[in-house]
């Protein structure tokens, strides 16, 4: 059994986004494995579904020791996903393999980019409401699990997942996103993982008995991944929603744009442009959202941190103070409970 030693080092990388943001794995991984190492569309997709069985629960054990888990939501989930998962294998087998798996990988990656954006919309609207909350004496909005929507997520994602490897992450994370914002990110990627071990095992015994799985291909993604994914798991069930948030909208540009067909080089410009520019811009609209009390009690000037963050980000240091802002600054704006204004009524 041959182990390339290059493959094993993306999937230490892909490893590590799966689990700092619960996405990334098959929408990295199945592009990598066909357009930088030629392998075949069926194969990538088998082996990287048969790595993820064993990567997905290494992260979640991690969450799931951190209680940073909502298993209400990872029951609906699977009683959608498991079903459709299996199904999806026997879909693409009768639509025609690689050429209904690059059309649904074109309308997930537009998917995927336009959820990008909707997240850091939501982001700054989540921001105003939540201040407002806390200032009432309330942390975050009550948690109401949603039975039917969250079901369908799960067999539309699982669908999505044994037709493509795509998505047990990267479009069930979103989806739940949008329909509870009230969880925090680190409870939304560890719900995300744990719910994945399950749909990603039906997809893969599907394409054990009928795809075309590799087992030298899926050792040599799994010698780098199981280690990534342990090491960003670590950081995401710690990370607080200012750091996750901005990794969560990355992952999705990078995925997306990869999924389109979008080319290597192209991307890499891309994804440097928003690491540069995008960061530093988000952390200035995060810090302009603050309320002033917040500032005062930190001792911390909110103009400055605007100005080096917004301003800086045009002439190269912005991205040195957004690092600065989001590892320092902001936690301390951050209430470490929520203070009620209308006790005394």
Known sequence: MHVNLTVALAGLIVGFTVG???????????????????????AAVSSDLVAALVMKPVGGMVHARRGTVNYRLVRWLCLGSIPSAFAGVFVLRALGGSHVQSEVKVIL??????????????????????????RHGYEHEPFQIKPVPTLLIGAVGGL?????????????????????PMLSSKELVGTDLIQA????????????LYGDFQL?????????????????????SRAPDGLIRPALVFVLIASGCKLVGMQTSTLGLVLLGLVLLGLPVWGAIDAARKH??????????????????????????????????????????????????????
């Open 197 to 208: 071990i399950p749909l990603v095992g039906a997809a893969a015994l599907g394409h054990i």
């Open 292 to 345: 002033t009390d917040r500032w005062q009690e930190a001792g911390q000037s909110r103009s400055r941190w605007i100005r080096l963050q917004g301003l800086g980000a045009l002439v190269g240091v912005g991205f040195v103070a957004s690092i600065v802002y989001f590892a320092r600054i902001r936690p301390r704006l951050l209430p470490s409970a929520a203070v009620p204004v209308l006790e005394a009524a």
């Open 20 to 42: 700092l943001t619960g996405m990334g794995g098959g929408a990295l991984m199945t592009p990598i494995l066909v357009l930088l190492f030629k392998v075949q569309p069926l």
């Open 160 to 180: 999505v997942v044994g037709m493509t490897s795509v998505g047990s992450g990267s479009l069930i994370i979103v989806a739940l996103l949008m329909l509870y």
């Open 109 to 134: 990656g537009i998917a995927l980019v336009v959820a990008a954006a909707s997240i850091v919309v939501k982001s700054y609207l989540q921001g105003h409401a939540a201040e407002r909350m806390r």
């Open 216 to 236: 030298s291909l899926t050792t040599s993604i799994l010698i780098g991944s199981l280690p990534g994914v342990y090491l960003g798991a670590r950081l995401s």
